[in-house]
């Protein structure tokens, strides 16, 4: 019989025992917020702070997780220096509330954020209606704590708009298309919705260079070095955030990524057209063009790797390495048919929401470790307010990983990652969600074709998550027990919403030209002016403001 599953009766909310960080209560609420007391005599100075996020990553490509290929050499020696973590998990499988989860340290049901149609809502009168985001970003912790904040990434979902860059001096994207370029995209939209096609043309011919796939993570790169360098001795610490985004689809890299893991390919998968409405990557598709499909984006992988190589070495030559703490992860996976479908956004299964997770910090931290416990992006803002000595001043759900590097032995808790799915034409999504307590993964399809259906993974076993799992009755007393648990978790969850600070400022709806943006990318469907009928006050655990039925 598979062990039963036990998910906690609440979230870590303060559990923590790391010397720098202490519980305050909220009163009735029980809530523990994050404190920095006074460093200890013999702790190393607050460390500069480098995090990088590597969109659409798996963390089962990583060379230094024993995969066959050698895709991650440079991240291999960051985390032979450090410490990597078998097992991390995303608070769901895309882009957008898996950073906020990141830069919150807070799960779906408290920052609120589920889908980016919420952006799209509109009242019976056709007013604009806000999305109810909750939390603080760590950014805001660090800069008021002394540091200088600065941060890039290539992708919209990163976007102020979204909530993102609060507490940075500097947030800037880029990267960009002709379609979310600021000058470029509004004229080419303008041009498409006026049917013209030789302004469309004289765009194209203007800026050949916005066409086609774009790498941006040599650009990232290559600012992230200039504001290194440009920075005096003395300075402040630094919090810098990096978003990398050319593991994403289409799995187009230059040369010689694109074609290192299979060049003796001669058939016609190339890479692009992953999501396009008629498109070759298909569950039935051959095996021989699924294995190049997959090299290809191993590809990527390589060349984020790379780029990240001379990234490292300037940390080096500007003698910032011993004391900087490097977070290497990212914010959901990718799927290649092993429950029957492709990228991701589409389920919770392990390919979608199992990330890495790499810390390196020589001043603070003894290289090599390998932490088996299951962790989850929930726990980054934690640790890395304990690696500073910051205050937060705000509810956590997640715990400081620092003391499992000396061998602290890991308390038990359960990882929540949660999803929506608006397939198209449909007003009611479907809700799926994840429980992962150590080994044990339950997955729980909330509502849609599959409503009820709760599945248990052994994620011990070989092909653990990746694998088929083990269906449970209703009738079968590892199920009852687990809606038993979910009952107490959603309490926590409740009060943990509750007790996160709104943002002060409101959040615009998306414009044709953004949403434009999104939909070059194969996101962003549907109506908008989408109109809900659920409430603020219901977790998105349970639905949020999406309506139950058509």
């Given at each position: 019989m598979a062990p039963s599953f036990r998910p906690p009766q609440a979230l870590s909310l303060g559990e923590d025992s790391s010397p720098l960080h202490r519980p305050q209560f909220l009163g009735p609420l029980g809530l523990a917020i994050l404190c920095a007391c006074n460093p200890q005599v013999n702790d190393p100075p607050r460390p500069h702070v480098l995090l990088i996020s590597i969109d659409t990553l798996r963390a089962d490509h990583l060379s230094s997780a024993g995969y066959p290929f050698e895709t991650t050499p440079v991240l291999d020696e960051v985390a032979a220096q450090g410490m990597r973590f078998e097992r991390c998990v995303s608070s769901t499988s895309w882009t957008l509330p898996a950073h906020i989860t990141m830069l919150t340290g807070l799960p779906i049901s408290a920052h609120g954020i589920d889908d980016d149609r919420l952006w799209r809502r509109r009242d019976a009168e056709g007013r604009a209606i806000a999305p109810d985001l909750r939390g603080r970003f760590l950014a805001e912790s660090l800069q008021a704590s002394g540091y200088d904040t600065a941060g890039w990434f290539t992708w919209k979902y990163l976007d102020a708009r979204f909530g993102f860059g609060r507490g940075f001096d500097k947030w800037e994207r880029l990267g960009h298309n002709f379609?979310?370029?600021?000058?470029?995209?509004?004229?080419?939209?303008?041009?498409?919705?006026?049917?013209?096609?030789?302004?469309?043309?004289?765009?194209?011919?203007?800026?050949?260079?916005?066409?086609?796939?774009?790498?941006?993570?040599?650009?990232?790169?290559?600012?992230?070095?200039?504001?290194?360098?440009?920075?005096?001795?003395?300075?402040?610490?630094?919090?810098?955030?990096?978003?990398?985004?050319?593991?994403?689809?289409?799995?187009?890299?230059?040369?010689?990524?694109?074609?290192?893991?299979?060049?003796?390919?001669?058939?016609?998968?190339?890479?692009?057209?992953?999501?396009?409405?008629?498109?070759?990557?298909?569950?039935?598709?051959?095996?021989?063009?699924?294995?190049?499909?997959?090299?290809?984006?191993d590809g990527g992988i390589r060349h984020v790797d790379d780029e990240l190589g001379r990234l490292l070495k300037t940390l080096g030559d500007l003698g910032l390495e011993q004391d900087t703490l490097i977070v290497v992860t990212s914010d959901h996976g990718e799927e290649f048919f092993e429950h029957g479908g492709k990228t991701h956004r589409g389920s919770v299964h392990m390919e979608s929401i199992q990330v890495p997770l790499i810390l390196r910090w020589p001043a603070g931290l003894k290289g090599g470790a390998v932490i088996e416990d299951t962790v989850g992006l929930v726990d980054l803002v934690p640790t890395i307010l304990a690696a500073t000595g910051s205050d937060h001043g705000a509810p956590l759900g997640g715990r400081n990983l620092l003391p499992l590097a000396k061998g602290a032995e890991a308390s038990p808790r359960t990882y929540l990652s949660e999803l929506v799915v608006f397939e198209e034409g449909q007003r009611v999504p479907l809700r799926r969600s994840s429980w992962i307590r150590g080994t044990q993964q339950i997955t729980w399809d909330v509502r849609g074709r599959e409503a009820g259906r709760v599945l248990h993974f052994d994620l011990s076993k070989p092909q653990g998550g990746y694998g088929p799992g083990v269906l449970l009755p209703e009738d079968d007393p590892r199920r009852a027990e687990f809606e038993r648990e979910v009952a107490r978790m959603r309490e926590s969850l409740l009060r943990l919403r509750q007790a996160s600070p709104r943002l002060e400022s409101d959040l615009p709806p998306l414009t044709a030209f953004e949403l434009q943006d999104l939909s070059s990318m194969g996101y962003g469907g549907g109506d908008d002016n989408f109109q809900t009928e659920g409430t603020e006050d219901r977790l998105p655990l349970d639905g949020g403001v999406w309506p139950d039925q058509e």
């Open positions: 379609y979310s370029h600021p000058l470029v995209g509004p004229a080419w939209l303008a041009a498409k919705e006026a049917d013209d096609a030789d302004a469309m043309r004289e765009l194209y011919a203007q800026h050949p260079d916005l066409f086609g796939v774009i790498h941006s993570t040599p650009e990232v790169v290559d600012h992230a070095i200039s504001w290194l360098e440009e920075r005096a001795p003395g300075d402040a610490p630094f919090f810098l955030f990096l978003h990398l985004f050319d593991v994403h689809n289409p799995y187009v890299s230059p040369e010689p990524f694109h074609s290192q893991f299979d060049p003796d390919y001669t058939g016609s998968i190339d890479g692009t057209r992953v999501t396009a409405p008629i498109s070759p990557v298909q569950p039935d598709m051959e095996p021989r063009d699924l294995q190049n499909l997959i090299a290809r984006y």
